[in-house]
């Protein structure tokens, strides 16, 4: 796997960049919990993010929002593909 992933911090924001520089690479299966609000934002590329029970595909320019406690997790469908996960 070859996913690269940036630290980012904005006042109370907090997140990670990550790059998927293959097609398949993948950002395993995880959850938020807590009150925390998680947004994902896929910056370039084109991904597919599944959970329990679903799956989608999500194209540049798409903005995510995931409930807290909802498993999820993203495969990149295209070379250096980038999403940007907000944590708050």
Known sequence: MS?????????????????????????????????????????RGKIKAHGNEWQAEYSAGAVIDFPTDQSHEFIALEDDSRIVNIVK
């Open 3 to 43: 996913l690269l992933d940036i630290p980012l911090n904005v006042g109370k924001l907090s997140g990670v960049v990550y790059t998927f520089q293959k097609a398949g690479d993948t950002l395993p299966m995880h959850t938020h919990t807590g009150g925390n609000a998680h947004i994902t934002i896929v910056a």
